[in-house]
C-alpha cells in the first residue's frame, strides 16, 4: 500500500517550498552591496593561496569504503532480524556465517593497521 | 488510481533519465556525481511506486546516503575536477560507448521480457493494494525468509563479495600509503639529528 | 481526522467536494502543523543550550529580550533575515544554493514518522525506523555539497569532515537498534513504543505484571548497551560537541558553513538543532518508551471502555499526559547533549574515528549477539525445538535472560576497554615521551 507515502510526498514538496522560499525572501530582504573583497574566499583575512578545490588524502576514501562495506552488511541482516523468530535455527546459522565472514574482514583490518589514521 | 499511477511512474521515469544524461553530459564532475544522486533519488521513488519499500529505503540509506558521498570522495582524491582536459579520445567516439550500453541493457532487460507473464487486456487488472496485494510488511519479512531458504548461496556470497571489497580497498589505500613520500614530523626530525651526537 | 474535515467543508460549509480533497487538506494540515512545530523546537532549543551553557560557565546567557531572554531566538531570526545574502564569486553558484534545501528537507521529514503519543502518531510506517535513519543519511550529501560549493578550504575541510563522520557513526547507531529489532521483530516506531508497557520488558503478556509503562528497554542488558552506542553515535551524528569536528571554530572557521550568510546559515542551523532534537527524541522511544508512563495506558484504555461522552476526555489526557511524559524525556536528553558540551573538550578526528571502529563497533556486534540470545531465551519454543524454554515458568526464562545478557555485554565491555587502554595508551605516551623530546631540543 502506498498510503502512507502521500503525506511524505506532500511534506517533502512543502519542506522544499519552504527552503527554497526562505532563502529567497531572504536574499531579498537584506542589503545588497556586493564588493570584491566580500565576495572573495574568506582565508582569516588573509589573501587566498592557491585554489580552493585541490586534491584530498586517500584517507577519506579508505574510511568512507571501509564504513560502506559494514552498511551494506547491516542492511542485509534487518530483512532476517524480523523473521528471525519463526525461521529456527537454520536462519541463525545462516546469518551467523554471514556475519563471521564479515568479523573475518574486520580482523584482518585491525590486524592490518587499516584501522589507524595514519 | 491507475492512470495516476501511471501518470506519476512517467513523471519519475523522466527525472530518471534526464539527470542521467546530465550525468554524462555535464563537465565538471562533482556535478556529474551530483546529478548521479539525483538519478538514484528517483530509483528509490520508483521502487516506491512498485510497492517495495525495504528497497526503495535501502536504495536511499545505500545509494543516496553511502554510495554517493564514496563517489564524492574518489572524485576529490582526483586532479581534474573542473573539466578541463576531460575530452579524451573515448569521448569523441561516443558511439562505441552508445552500442557497450545497448548490448548490455538488452542482455539484462531481455530475458526479464521473455519470461514476464504478460497480462492482455482481457481481464481487468486489479488496482494496485485493493485485492490480492500482500500487505506492505510483507515484502521484507519474505525477503528475509528467501534470504536463509531460497537464496541461501547467493546471500552468503555476497557477504564474501563484501569481504573481497574490503580487503581491495585495504590494499590499494596500502600501496598509495606506500608509494607516499615519508614526511617526517618535527619530533623525527629533531630525534635523527640527534643521533649523531 | 478525515471526518472532522469532512464535517467542516461539507456539512458546514457545503461545498460537496470528493474524498481526495478531503484526503489532501488532512495530508497538507498535518504537514503544515509538522513543519510549524519543528522550528518551535529549534527556537526552544537553542534558547535553553545558551541559557544553560551560560549557567555551567558562570555567565547568564542571553536575558534582556523578553521575559528570561525568551524571545532572544526569534530576534537571531529577524536579524538573520536581514543579513545580506553572500554569494562568493569563485563559488558553484547553484551546488551553493542547492546545499542548505538538500540538508534541511531529510530533516523534516525525519519528524512525520516520530510519535508524540498514544495517538498523536503523524505517520505510522512499517519501516518507520529504517525511514528515519535512511532519510538521515541524505544529509551527508548535502554537507558535501556546501563544502565542495562553496570554494573555500575550510568549507571543503569541513564538509569532508562532516561526510566520513557521519558515514561513520551510522554504522555503530544501526548495529545497535539492529538489536531492539531483533528483540521486539518490527520496524515501526509505534509498535516498538507498545511493546515497552508493562513493568519489564517482554514480560507484558504476564497477566500478575500491572501495565504501569515502564517496561523500557534500557531496564535490560540488551536495551542499556543499546542505548549507550546509540547516543554515543547520536552525538557524532547530530555534531555535537565532544565531536563536532566538523564546525571545529578554532581550526576551520566554521567548517561547511564559512561561506554562508543569512538564511542559508540559519537554514543549517534550523536543520542542526531540529535533528538533535529528532536524536533526543529517538533515544527516548527506542530506549525509554517515548510516551509511555505510569499511567497513560490506564488513561487510554479508560477512553476506548468509557461512555460516549467521557471517551473523548479521557483520549485526550492520555494523549495529553503521554506527550508530557515524551517531551520530558526528550528534553532531558538534550540537556544531558549540552552538559556534555559543557563538560567535555573536542576530540581529533583519528581519536573520533578509532573510537568508532575499536570500541563502538565491536560493543555493538556483540549486543546484537546478546539480543539474539535474548530473543531466544524469551520467545522460542517447541516450534523451534527448544522445548524445555516452556517448561520453565516466564519469570524463570526472563531471569536467565537477563543473567546470560549482562554477563556477556560485561565482559564484552570490560574486555574491549581493556584491549583498547592497552593498544592506545602505549602509543599515546610514546607520543607525547616524543613531544616533550621535541620541547626540550628545540628550547635547548
Not at chain 1, 585554489?51 to 571501509?66: E, G, N, T
Request: hydrophobic share 55%; net charge neutral; charged share 15%.
Amino acid at each position: 500500500m502506498l498510503t502512507p507515502y502521500v503525506p511524505i510526498l506532500v511534506l517533502f514538496l512543502l519542506a522544499v517550498f519552504i527552503a527554497v522560499f526562505v532563502i529567497v525572501l531572504s536574499s531579498q530582504l537584506g542589503p545588497q552591496k556586493p564588493g570584491a573583497r566580500k565576495l572573495a574566499p574568506y582565508e582569516s583575512g588573509m589573501e587566498p593561496i592557491g585554489p580552493a578545490m585541490r586534491r584530498f588524502p586517500v584517507k577519506f576514501y579508505l574510511v568512507a569504503m571501509l564504513f560502506i562495506v559494514f552498511d551494506i552488511e547491516v542492511v542485509f541482516l534487518f530483512p532476517y532480524a524480523l523473521v528471525f523468530r519463526e525461521l529456527g535455527a537454520a536462519g541463525l546459522v545462516a546469518a551467523g556465517v554471514f556475519l563471521a565472514i564479515l568479523m573475518a574482514g574486520f580482523a584482518y583490518e585491525w590486524k592490518k593497521g587499516a584501522l589507524k589514521w595514519d | 488510481m491507475q492512470l495516476l499511477v501511471q501518470v506519476i511512474f512517467v513523471l519519475i521515469a523522466a527525472e530518471i533519465v534526464g539527470a542521467a544524461v546530465m550525468v554524462v553530459t555535464a563537465k565538471n564532475i562533482v556535478h556529474a556525481a551530483l546529478w548521479l544522486i539525483a538519478s538514484f533519488c528517483g530509483v528509490g521513488a520508483l521502487y516506491l511506486l512498485l510497492e517495495a519499500e525495504f528497497l526503495a529505503v535501502v536504495q536511499v540509506l545505500v545509494y543516496v546516503g553511502a554510495i554517493s558521498i564514496l563517489m564524492l570522495f574518489a572524485i576529490m582524491l582526483t586532479r581534474h575536477v573542473t573539466g578541463k582536459g576531460a575530452e579524451t579520445s573515448l569521448y569523441q567516439r561516443w558511439w562505441v560507448g552508445l552500442i557497450v550500453a545497448a548490448v548490455l541493457f538488452a542482455a539484462v532487460i531481455a530475458p526479464t521480457v521473455l519470461a514476464h507473464p504478460w497480462e492482455t487486456a482481457t481481464a481487468a487488472p486489479a488496482l494496485p493494494g485493493e485485492t490480492g496485494q500482500p500487505a506492505a510488511m510483507a515484502g521484507i519479512v519474505d525477503l528475509g525468509r528467501a534470504f536463509v531458504e531460497e537464496y541461501l548461496l547467493p546471500f552468503e556470497i555476497a557477504a564474501v563479495l563484501l569481504l573481497v571489497g574490503l580487503v581491495g580497498a585495504i590494499v590499494i589505500a596500502f600501496e598509495e600509503r606506500a608509494a607516499r613520500r615519508h614526511i617526517p614530523t618535527l619530533a623525527e626530525e629533531v630525534a635523527h639529528r640527534r643521533q649523531p651526537e | 481526522m478525515y471526518e472532522v474535515i469532512d464535517h467542516v467543508l461539507n456539512v458546514q460549509m457545503g461545498l460537496g467536494v470528493p474524498g481526495w480533497v478531503i484526503h489532501l487538506v488532512r495530508h497538507v494540515t498535518v504537514a503544515g502543523i509538522l513543519l510549524v512545530i519543528a522550528p518551535l523546537q529549534m527556537l526552544l532549543l537553542t534558547y535553553l543550550e545558551r541559557r544553560i551553557i551560560a549557567r555551567m560557565q558562570d555567565r547568564v546567557g542571553p536575558n534582556r529580550v523578553g521575559p528570561e531572554g525568551l524571545f532572544q531566538p526569534v530576534a537571531d531570526g529577524i536579524k538573520m533575515f536581514t543579513k545580506e545574502d553572500i554569494v562568493p564569486t569563485a563559488s558553484d553558484r547553484w551546488v551553493h544554493l542547492l546545499a542548505p534545501c538538500v540538508v534541511v528537507a531529510p530533516v523534516f521529514l525525519m519528524v512525520s514518522v516520530v510519535p508524540w503519543g498514544p495517538e498523536l502518531v503523524p505517520i505510522d510506517m512499517n519501516l518507520g525506523l529504517l525511514f528515519f535513519f535512511a532519510v538521515s543519511s541524505v544529509s551527508g550529501a548535502g554537507l558535501l555539497m556546501a563544502g565542495w560549493g562553496s570554494n573555500n578550504k575550510f568549507s571543503l575541510l569541513g564538509g569532508m569532515r562532516a561526510a566520513a563522520q557521519m558515514v561513520a557513526y551510522e554504522i555503530p547507531a544501526v548495529l545497535s537498534i539492529l538489536a531492539i529489532v531483533i528483540v521486539t521483530g518490527t520496524l515501526s516506531l509505534v509498535k516498538i513504543l507498545n511493546v515497552q508497557g508493562g513493568l519489564f520488558t517482554s514480560l507484558n503478556d504476564v497477566s500478575s505484571v500491572p501495565n504501569l509503562g515502564l517496561g523500557w528497554f534500557v531496564f535490560t542488558p540488551v536495551g542499556f548497551l543499546a542505548f549507550l552506542c546509540f547516543f554515543i553515535s547520536a552525538l557524532a551524528e547530530g555534531e555535537r560537541t565532544p565531536f563536532d569536528i566538523p564546525e571545529a571554530d578554532s581550526e576551520i572557521v566554521a567548517g561547511y558553513m564559512t561561506e554562508y550568510s543569512g538564511m542559508k546559515f540559519g537554514l543549517f542551523y534550523l536543520a542542526q538543532y531540529v535533528l538533535n532534537f529528532l536524536l533526543c527524541a529517538i533515544t527516548a522511544i527506542l530506549f525509554f518508551g517515548g510516551w509511555q508512563g505510569p499511567g497513560v495506558e490506564w488513561l487510554h484504555s479508560r477512553g476506548v471502555t468509557a461512555s460516549p461522552d467521557g471517551s473523548v476526555v479521557f483520549t485526550i489526557l492520555a494523549n495529553v499526559l503521554g506527550l508530557a511524559y515524551f517531551l520530558a524525556k526528550t528534553y532531558f536528553f538534550f540537556f544531558v547533549m549540552v552538559w556534555l558540551r559543557g563538560a567535555f573538550p573536542r576530540l581529533r578526528i583519528d581519536q573520533l574515528l578509532d573510537f568508532c571502529w575499536k570500541f563502538l563497533i565491536p560493543l555493538t556486534l556483540v549486543n546484537v549477539v546478546s539480543a539474539t540470545l535474548w530473543a531466544i531465551a524469551i520467545q522460542w519454543g517447541s516450534p523451534q525445538g527448544l522445548a524445555f524454554l516452556e517448561g520453565m515458568g516466564e519469570w524463570a526464562r526472563w531471569g536467565m535472560a537477563f543473567a546470560l545478557t549482562l554477563v556477556i555485554n560485561a565482559a564484552a565491555y570490560i574486555g574491549l576497554v581493556r584491549v583498547n587502554e592497552t593498544s592506545g595508551n602505549q602509543t599515546t605516551v610514546a607520543e607525547d615521551r616524543q613531544d616533550r623530546s621535541m620541547k626540550t631540543a628545540t628550547l635547548s
